[in-house]
C-alpha cells in the first residue's frame, strides 16, 4: 500500500492571502475509500525548491496530489517543475489542446494553450468545470489551485487509478475527560497500544477559558475493532471515577 501525500503550492497560500482547503477536501474524498494521507507540504512558487520537491517525491513511490501552479502565467511554474524533475521535455499534448481549443476557440491561441504543455508522458486529468485539464504522470497528480476544480478531478483519479486500493472506512470514536491530565494517562495508552496494535490511539489535551483542563481521547480503526478499544477506554475511565463525556 503506498503512502499518499499532497503538495499544495502558491505563494498566496503561505502568505494566508488564500485559506487552503485542499486537505479537507482531500480527506473527504479519501476518508470513505478506507484511505488516509500520510503527509502534505506546502510550497511557495519559487522553483528550485519546487523541483527539488518533485524530484524526492517522485523518487518515493508515494501517490501524490498536486494542487495549483499549473496555469499559464509567469508564476505558474509547477508543469516546468515537474518536467525537469523527471528529466523530461515539456510537450503539448493533443487531448489537452482539443479540450481547450473546444472551451476557447481562437482565444486559446497564444497563451492558454500553454496549459495545455505537460512533462512528456503524462495523461489528463478531465477538468468538468472549464475543460483545462490537469496531467498525471509516474503516480502524480497535477490539478489546479482551485478547489471547485480541483476536488471533483481528484475524485475522478481516485476512482479511475486507485479503486483496487479502497478499503472498508475506518471510524473514529472519542470521548472528553474532564480534569484530565495527559501524564496521568501515559501508563494505560502504552499498555493499550500493545493490546490493540490495529487501532491508532489519539490523545488530544485542551485548555478552556477558565483554565479547566481536558483530554479528548479517542481511537480510529475499523468498525468491531474501533468500537471495542472505545469500551477499554470507558471502562477505564469509569474505573478512575473521572467525569466524562462522548464526542463522537
Request: hydrophobic share 45%; charged share 25%.
Amino acid at each position: 500500500m503506498p503512502e499518499i501525500g499532497l503538495i499544495i503550492i502558491g505563494d498566496e497560500v503561505l502568505s494566508a492571502k488564500r485559506q487552503d482547503r485542499h486537505l479537507a477536501n482531500a480527506n473527504a474524498l479519501l476518508q470513505p475509500r478506507g484511505l488516509a494521507l500520510s503527509w502534505v507540504q506546502i510550497l511557495g512558487d519559487e522553483a528550485q525548491r519546487l523541483e527539488a520537491t518533485l524530484r524526492r517525491s517522485f523518487a518515493s513511490g508515494d501517490i501524490v496530489f498536486c494542487f495549483g501552479g499549473i496555469g499559464a502565467t509567469p508564476d505558474d511554474r509547477t508543469r516546468q517543475c515537474a518536467a525537469a524533475a523527471l528529466d523530461v521535455p515539456l510537450q503539448r499534448h493533443p487531448q489537452a489542446v482539443a479540450e481547450i481549443e473546444a472551451q476557447f476557440g481562437e482565444a486559446a491561441y497564444p497563451q492558454r494553450v500553454k496549459m495545455a504543455e505537460y512533462p512528456k508522458g503524462a495523461e489528463i486529468i478531465p477538468n468538468g468545470f472549464n475543460r483545462v485539464p490537469g496531467f498525471s504522470i509516474q503516480q502524480h497528480h497535477f490539478m489546479p489551485g482551485f478547489p471547485m476544480m480541483a476536488q471533483p478531478m481528484m475524485e475522478w483519479v481516485l476512482d479511475t487509478y486507485y479503486a483496487p486500493l479502497f478499503r472498508e472506512q475506518q471510524l473514529e470514536h472519542a470521548v472528553l475527560i474532564v480534569d484530565g491530565q495527559e501524564s496521568e494517562w501515559i501508563v494505560f495508552m502504552e499498555q493499550f497500544e500493545k493490546k490493540f496494535p490495529d487501532l491508532r490511539l489519539f490523545s488530544l489535551p485542551k485548555i478552556d477559558d477558565q483554565g479547566r483542563r481536558f483530554i479528548e481521547l479517542g481511537v480510529q480503526g475499523f468498525a468491531a475493532r474501533a468500537q471495542l478499544g472505545m469500551l477499554e477506554i470507558q471502562e477505564e475511565i469509569l474505573r478512575r471515577n473521572m467525569q466524562w463525556e462522548p464526542l463522537y
